[in-house]
């Protein structure tokens, strides 16, 4: 399985942004089957966890995203997205999507993407 991670950049604070994360590999049936998640890191800080969405359709947020960030995926596609919104600089970091393939209820990445980087100006 491999993680492609796209759409990062520079956006103004209160701006929006939406992440992308295709997965290669596994056929929309496989990938049905996986529990997808997003982190972040920033700069100096340890990696954190952003949001998830197991299969099933319930999805998990970190507080500090809650209510200004959607994850939701297209399995069709592959792919998974955050909806980034109201960003904030504190947001300003590295985001990664990864994989648990075994749709583990306490999530457990086994693959993760490259990165994409996010930088939010105030």
């Known amino acids: 399985v491999q993680l492609q991670a796209s759409g990062g950049g520079l956006v103004q604070a209160g701006g929006s942004l939406r992440l992308s994360c295709v997965a290669s590999g596994p056929t929309f049936v496989t990938f049905t089957g996986y529990h997808m998640g997003w982190f972040r890191r920033a700069p100096g800080k340890e990696r954190e966890f952003v949001a998830r969405f197991r299969t099933g359709g319930k999805t998990y947020y970190a507080d500090s995203v809650k209510g200004r960030f959607t994850i939701f995926r297209d399995n069709a596609k592959t792919t998974v997205y955050l909806q980034m919104d109201s960003l904030a600089p504190e947001d300003t970091a590295v985001y990664y999507c990864?994989?648990?393939?075994?749709?583990?209820?306490?999530?457990?990445?086994?693959?993760w993407g490259q990165g994409t980087l996010v930088t939010v100006s105030s």
């Open positions: 990864a994989a648990d393939i075994h749709n583990r209820r306490t999530f457990v990445p086994d693959y």
